[in-house]
T-cell receptor, first 114, second 110 residues
């Protein structure tokens, strides 16, 4: 079956512009995560959605970052007024249900802010 | 707080063994292991739960010392395909979000 997909795969933008990154999780997966991975670094948690519950936004680094998930499926991560330090690979992951299951990662979006 | 992984990097010859460690300063409920190859998405390897339950691939083995808040991943008779960066993710009982370590880069040479 189809895995997690993300678009675009690459995004180059100018400092100060807004960007939107999209994630299509695996069908039926109720949990969705966004992570940020800077060059050579680990995975930094950003936000978590579970079903219809309020999202866990505790990892968002500033109020320039926001995310929504429509209809319990597709999610969009928005970064406003991008800064050079926002350059990173943004990974989305989904998993079925609650509890302790593996997360399935998408291929990521590489964001470069000039 | 981010778990600490050691070593940061290791180079092996095909067929050799390796151990990757993950240590947390917080009480843990579960530890998750993923491998990421260069330019690719992380891939699930194993989950270890408090109380001894494990979920993962048959060819991967790991341990979880709840008292020491440590986990180790054991790679035996390494193959070229084992090369990549290994991440541990820890969970303190929320079953919601994981905190990942900075990774261990493993290189297997022929």
């Amino acid at each position: 079956g189809a895995g997690v997909s993300q678009s675009p795969s690459n995004k180059v933008t100018e400092k100060g512009k807004d960007v939107e990154l999209r994630c299509d999780p695996i069908s039926g997966h109720t949990a969705l995560y966004w992570y940020r991975q800077s060059l050579g670094q680990g995975l930094e948690f950003l936000i978590y959605f579970q079903g219809n519950s309020a999202p866990d936004k505790s990892g968002l680094p500033s109020d320039r970052f926001s995310a929504e998930r429509t209809g319990g499926s597709v999610s969009t991560l928005t970064i406003q007024r991008t800064q050079q330090e926002d350059s990173a690979v943004y990974l989305c992951a989904s998993r079925p249900g609650q509890g302790f299951n593996e997360q399935f990662f998408g291929p990521g979006t590489r964001l470069t802010v000039l | 707080q981010q778990p600490v992984q050691s070593p940061q990097a290791v180079i092996l010859r095909e067929g050799e063994d390796a151990v990757i460690n993950c240590s947390s300063s917080k009480a843990l409920y579960s530890v998750h292991w993923y491998r990421q190859k260069h330019g690719e998405a992380p891939v699930f390897l194993m989950i270890l739960l408090k109380g001894g339950e494990q979920k993962g691939h048959d060819k991967i083995s790991a341990s979880f010392n709840e008292k020491k808040q440590q986990s180790s991943l054991y790679l035996t008779a390494s193959q070229l395909s084992y090369s990549g960066t290994y991440f541990c993710g820890t969970d303190s009982g929320s079953a919601r979000q994981l905190t990942f370590g900075s990774g261990t880069q493993l290189t297997v040479l022929p």
